[in-house]
């Protein structure tokens, strides 16, 4: 599954993480911060690729993961790139079977 | 007098440095983030480019971005140029005394040079606050991103604290990239205060001619034009029908 992390700096500099957007299907699904999650399904974020820039939404799916990272960059709050884990998915679920 | 002799000053004064370094106006509290030094440095996972939050010899924290750890191209702004133009929005906000910038100051760590800019403790971000609350500060932001031409604010990069707003993150600024154009307050009267600062400074021939000595070494000549003509544009829109139309009247370089 490709997830993307959201990281926020403490007051003691450390980064926690405070959110996972995960794509199922073809939208976005964000688990975490309540008020934070909410925020984003929301306001969106920006979509630096396109000129004039515009608002996506979750359902804009892979495509709003990938655009995460140009929004949650000020150190502050941060997206990490997306992260594949395909293949920790799959060995979890010969590991059940 | 301060210790190095220079003149004591008012928060948002401005003076000349009388130090070896001429390149840098002197705030009061811009010398103690040029002059520490590093005694932590943690690199953060995420984002775009290369930030470090640095703990400074005289117990602050900073947010430090190396021009090394510049890696995002945008069209129009070069990588090697962001650090510098995040000190290049605070000089602007400060001469214009609108105090949104926390204090942004090109810093060279033995040999690692990047922007390095006051962290903000207990800072709130967008989703802990009603935003309702700041929209005469955030109207301000507004007018501020067009004058600095920023083509990347967005929620993520405005922190709240106490009744103030900070702009972070202001390295894809003046050039002619394409604007963001967040929110909507066109036909939206600016304050009097706001309309003041800009027109102050539009009609103080001295002060451009300082701001404009000290960003021609941070910005190329024709962003520092650029950047000049879009305040005395927005300057004379102000004056004369209170705030920003419409869209059309943004323009990257009006004159």
């Known amino acids: 599954m490709k997830t993307v992390e959201i990281y926020q700096l403490s007051d003691q500099g450390e980064q926690k993480v405070i959110a996972v957007c995960s794509l199922t299907e073809e939208t976005v699904l964000c688990e975490g911060d309540e008020s934070f999650v909410n925020h984003l399904s929301q306001n969106g974020i920006t979509d630096y690729s396109q000129t004039p820039r515009i608002t996506i939404f979750p359902d804009a799916g892979l495509h709003f993961l990938e655009q995460m990272k140009n929004n949650f960059s000020s150190g502050y709050i941060n997206a990490s790139d997306i992260l594949d884990n395909s293949e920790q998915d799959e060995k979890k679920m010969l590991e059940n079977e | ?255």
């Open chain 2, 1 to 255: 007098m301060t210790e190095d002799g220079g003149e004591l000053l008012s928060y948002g004064e401005v003076v000349k440095s009388k130090e070896k370094d001429n390149t840098q106006w002197k705030f009061r509290e811009e010398k103690d983030l040029q002059n520490a030094r590093f005694t932590r440095e943690v690199p953060l996972k995420g984002g775009t480019n290369q930030v470090i939050v640095v703990t400074l010899d005289n117990g602050g924290k900073g947010i430090f971005k190396p021009v090394s750890g510049e890696w995002t191209q945008r069209e129009f702004v070069d990588i090697g140029t962001y650090y510098l133009r995040d000190r290049a929005a605070f000089l602007v906000d400060r001469t214009l005394n609108f105090g949104l910038v926390p204090t942004t100051v090109v810093h060279n760590a033995e040999g690692k040079v990047g922007s390095l800019q006051e962290y903000i403790l207990d800072a709130k971000m967008s989703w802990h606050v009603d935003q309702g609350e700041y929209s005469s500060l955030l109207h301000k932001l507004w007018i501020f991103d067009q004058i600095i031409w920023n083509s990347d604010r967005n929620y993520t990069n405005i922190l709240y604290k106490e009744n103030n707003i900070f702009a972070i993150d202001n390295a894809l600024t003046f050039g002619p990239d394409e604007i963001n154009r967040y929110g909507n307050y066109f036909g939206i009267d600016v304050s009097e205060d706001v309309v003041r600062k800009i027109a102050s400074f539009a009609e103080n021939e001295q002060k451009q001619a300082e701001l404009s000595e000290h960003l021609l070494e941070l910005l190329s000549e024709d962003e520092v034009v650029a950047c000049f003509n879009r305040i005395k544009h927005i300057s004379t829109l102000l004056q004369s029908q209170g705030s920003i139309l419409g869209e059309e009247e943004i323009v990257y370089n009006p004159m």
